[in-house]
């Protein structure tokens, strides 16, 4: 390991751990909305845009390890409704990601998230009122795509479209685990396309890569035994303070 050109900052690891560990506690469905914490606590140490390619790899496995855990938990129909507007985020942001500053996007994503927050908390919807109408969906969908491509951020604008629905625990966690699966492999090409694949990044992710099966354990182990008003209240902490993060970083205020 010492032969490959990784990063020997001490402060990047201080900072990298725990936003894997975070990463992988997410990914199971546990705390999720505290993924999106991984890059902006990265981008104390590196840039944003390498944050988010040393954490692809880590992504990989987390995914694996997640469609493996829930593989029996999948909203089939909501999925193959998803995918597609997800995938347009993709290309959206690989046709955007050169003249696009993430500090801005985080800023965007945070408040659309405080927001989203806010109307739940002030005008919770009632226990028959309809989930929202498929056009908010697709556009919310496609803003995963885009943000997720940006800074991994996607997790807060596609469970202010899928929170509505009030799935129970573990089928919101499948779901949501391949969803992000097929999003964050289409990330690869255009990634590497755009130069954010190098053998450095590769170096250090392989260094952080041993963490991603055990935030994964950690949030199995949780959410197979969490009741689901406690599920989505930590789900609002988590989307909180997510939004928080993302706010104080597109008011450049790090």
Not at 149 to 159: K, T
Request: charged share 10%; net charge positive.
């Amino acid at each position: 390991m010492s032969s490959l050109p990784l990063i020997t900052d001490p402060f990047f690891y201080a900072v990298a751990v725990p936003a894997v560990l975070l990463l992988g506690i997410s990914k199971s469905g546990f705390g999720a909305g505290f993924g999106s914490l991984a890059v902006p606590l990265m981008a104390l140490a590196v840039t944003v845009p390498q944050a988010a390619a040393i954490l692809m790899p880590v992504l990989l496995v987390m995914d694996l390890l997640g469609m493996a855990a829930f593989r029996k938990n999948v909203d089939r129909q909501l999925l193959k409704f998803l995918l597609p507007y997800g995938l347009l985020g993709i290309v959206i942001g690989t046709l955007l990601f050169r003249w696009l500053e993430p500090r801005l996007v985080a800023g965007i994503v945070g408040a659309f998230t405080l927001l989203f927050l806010a109307q739940r908390l002030l005008f919770p919807p009632r226990p028959d009122s309809a989930p929202p109408p498929r056009w908010v969906g697709a556009i919310l969908t496609a803003t995963s795509g885009f943000t997720s491509f940006v800074a991994h951020a996607g997790g807060p604008p596609i469970n202010a479209y899928v929170i509505p629905m009030r799935l129970p625990p573990l089928l919101f966690t499948g779901t949501m685990a391949f969803f992000f699966f097929f999003v964050n492999m289409a990330k690869w090409v255009p990634y590497a396309w755009l130069g954010l694949i190098d053998l450095r990044n590769m170096a250090t992710s392989l260094v952080l890569l041993p963490l991603a099966p055990v935030g994964v354990w950690i949030g199995v182990r949780i959410a197979h035994r969490i009741r689901p008003v406690l599920f989505y209240r930590l789900i609002y902490t988590g989307m909180f303070l997510t939004g928080c993060k993302l706010v104080w970083d597109g008011l450049g205020l790090t």
